[in-house]
C-alpha cells in the first residue's frame, strides 16, 4: 500500500482548503495522511503527537509566527486606510494574504533544506558513515530535512553514504522516524542504541556526526534532542567532525549562550512508562528533558542555506551578521 | 506481598537439594523466587533469562567451573587411591565434595562483595551523586554486588548517597533491576536514558560514575555492558572520577589488552522489538554488541575485594599480582 503513494519528502501540505499531513503516531508501521479543517483539528493533533509539536525550544516556530503576524498587521493597515470595504470581503482578502505567507513559508522552507543540502554534501566524501541522532529529516520539517536533507543531497549527487541511525531514548524518533525515511529513500541505514555509538567510534567505523538543532544561540551553542551534547563530546575524543545542519532562522540572537536556552522537562511517563504499561519498577522516579546543550567549541561546523560555517563562535557569527553572509568554505 | 519476604540480597542459593532463585523476567513487577531441582530446569532458566547468564565474556564464570573441576579430579586421585568403595558411595561423596565447594564459592563471593564494598565506599564522599550503568547489584551476584555493594556498605557506613541509574538499552538492565534493588533498599534512585547522563554531567549535577566489569585484561582494559565507556569517556570530560568495582575473579592475566576480548554480538532482535513486537521500521537492521571496552587510562580506580588500586594499568596490576596484593589508598 505504502509503495504506491507519491511521497517525496513533503509531509506536510495545503490541500483544498484543508491541512495534509503524515500521522507520525503511525509511523513506522503505516503511512496515513490525515487532514485537518479546523485550528481544533490541527491542536488535538499536536496534542496527541500525530504531528510533532516543535518545542518552546524551537526558535523558528515564533519567527514563522509572526511573519504571520506581520501579514496580519499590514491588513489592519490597509483596512484603515481603505475604510469602506465590507467586512466579509475584508476577512477573505485577509484570509488570503495570510494563507499566501503560509505557502510562501512553506516553499521557502523546502528551498532552504535543499541549498543546505547541496552546501552540507560538499562536507561528506564519497563512502562516509555518518551517525545521526534524533530526526532532522523530512517529517522534521516541511519536507527533505535538514540534517537528513545533507544526506540525500550527497546521494543525489552520487555519494556512497551509509547511516547509523541513534535511536534517540525516550521517543524513539531515530528509530522510528529516521531509520523508516532513510530505508524507503535506499540510503543504507543501521538502528543502534544510543550507548552504542562510543564503542564503534573507536573501532573506527564512524566517520562524522551530522544533526538539527531546535535552537542556537548568538554564540554558537547548540541545543537539540537529549543525548546529542554526548556524541559531540564522543566525536571530540576521537578527532570526528561533528556537523550541526540548521535553517538560519534557528538562529536565536537574543540569547548569549545557551546556558539562557529553557530545557522543556517532559513527563517522565515517556521513560517509565511504553504506551499505557509501565516497566519502570513502581515508585522510581525519572527525568525527562527534552533537550541538552552542546558548547559551541565542540562544533565542527554549522551548515546553513546560506553556507557553511566553520568553527561557529560569537565572533564568526557576528561577523556573518554584519556581512549579512556566512563565509562559505568546504562546499564543492 | 513482596514487602513481607525476607530479602537481604541473597539472590541465588542452595534450599534443601535444590536452587533457589529469583525469576528476573518477572521483575520488577513481581519478586518470584524459583525452585529448581534438574540440571535441565537450570538450563531452562538460564535460556529463558529467568537468571541472567554470565556472558563468555565473564571470565569469573570459568574461575568458578574451574574450581569445580578441581574438585572432581581431585575425587578421582581419592578413588585411585581407595580402589574398593562402592560406586554409589564415590558418587555421594563426590556429590558431597562439590556442594561443599558450591557452597564455599557462593559464601566467598559475598564475602568479597562485602569487603569491596567497604574499600570502595571510602571513595564516596558523603553527599555523593553517583551515575550507575547496567546491573551489578545483587541481582548480578549472589548478593549485595559489586558496583552497588560498594554504594550500599557507604549508606550502611551513614553517607547520604544519590544515584543516578542509566536505564541501559536494549535490555533495561539499570531501570529494572539497579533501580528495583535500590528503590527497595531506600536508597534515593533516579531513572535516566543512557543519553541524559551526559547533560547532567555538564551541569554539575553528578559526582562520579561506578560500574562493575564483566572482564578486565591484564593492562586493565575493562570489558562491561555496551555504554560504559561513552560514560567513562563523558566522566574525562567533566574531570569527574569513573569507578570499576570488580572481584579479582574478572582479571583475566591471558589478556594482553581490551582488544583480545571478544565482543558478543546479541540478537538485534533485542533493539528492534519490545517483547513480541517488532518496534523498528520493517526491514531495518540493527546491531547489538553486548559490551563495549574502556581503556584502562579512562579508570580512575579499579575497586577489588583485596583493596583500591588507583590508575590502574599494566605496571601496576602486574606489580600486585606479584606482590600478591593490591596498594591500597583512599579507604577509609
Same mark, same amino acid.
Given at each position: ?144 530535512? %535538514?540534517? *537528513? +536533507?545533507?544526506? &540525500?543531497? /550527497? ?10 541511525? @541513534?535511536? !534517540? ?102 521513560? %517509565?512508562? *511504553? +504506551?499505557?504499561? &509501565?516497566? /519502570? ?10 533537550? @541538552?546543550? !552542546? ?38
Amino acid at each position: 500500500m505504502e509503495e504506491e503513494m507519491a511521497f517525496d519528502w513533503r509531509t506536510i501540505d495545503w490541500h483544498e482548503g484543508r491541512v495534509r499531513l503524515i500521522d507520525q503516531t503511525r509511523l513506522p508501521d503505516a503511512v496515513e495522511w490525515l487532514e485537518l479543517g479546523t485550528v481544533e483539528e490541527v491542536a488535538r493533533a499536536i496534542e496527541t503527537m500525530q504531528v510533532r509539536p516543535p518545542p518552546p525550544t524551537a526558535v523558528n516556530l515564533f519567527w514563522a509566527l509572526e511573519r504571520m503576524e506581520g501579514v496580519a498587521e499590514s491588513f489592519r493597515e490597509f483596512r484603515v486606510r481603505t475604510p469602506e470595504p465590507s467586512s466579509r470581503a475584508a476577512l477573505e482578502a485577509m484570509k488570503g494574504r495570510l494563507l499566501e505567507e503560509a505557502r510562501r513559508v512553506l516553499a521557502e522552507d523546502v528551498a532552504a533544506n535543499r541549498q543546505m543540502g547541496r552546501f552540507g554534501a560538499g562536507l561528506l566524501p564519497d563512502g562516509s558513515r555518518v551517525l545521526t541522532h534524533c530526526n532532522a529529516g523530512a517529517l522534521a520539517t516541511v519536507g527533505y530535512g %535538514t540534517a *537528513l +536533507g545533507v544526506i &540525500r543531497a /550527497a546521494v543525489e549527487a552520487g555519494k556512497r553514504i551509509e547511516v547509523f541511525a @541513534d535511536e !534517540t531514548r525516550p521517543r524513539l524518533q531515530g528509530m522510528k522516524l529516521t531509520a523508516w525515511e532513510l530505508h524507503r529513500d535506499g540510503i543504507p541505514v543501521t538502528l543502534i542504541t544510543d550507548n552504542m555509538a562510543g564503542s564503534l567510534m573507536r573501532q573506527g567505523k564512524i566517520d562524522c556526526a551530522l544533526v538539527g538543532a531546535d535552537r542556537i544561540a548568538a554564540n554558537g551553542d547548540v541545543a537539540n534532542k537529549i543525548g546529542t551534547y554526548p556524541v559531540a563530546v564522543l566525536c571530540r575524543e576521537h578527532r570526528l567532525p561533528f556537523y550541526v545542519a540548521a535553517p538560519l532562522s534557528t538562529l536565536d540572537w537574543t540569547l548569549e549562550s545557551g546556558d539562557q536556552i529553557p530545557i522543556e522537562a517532559r513527563d517522565s511517563a515517556e521513560v %517509565t512508562h *511504553l +504506551g499505557p504499561h &509501565r516497566i /519502570a519498577p513502581d515508585g522510581v522516579e525519572a527525568l525527562n528533558p527534552a533537550f @541538552d546543550i !552542546t558548547p559551541a567549541r565542540l562544533v565542527t561546523a554549522l551548515i546553513t542555506e546560506r553556507g557553511v560555517l566553520h568553527h561557529p563562535c560569537r565572533e564568526t557569527l557576528q561577523r556573518w551578521k554584519n556581512e549579512g553572509g556566512v563565509r562559505v568554505q568546504g562546499v564543492e
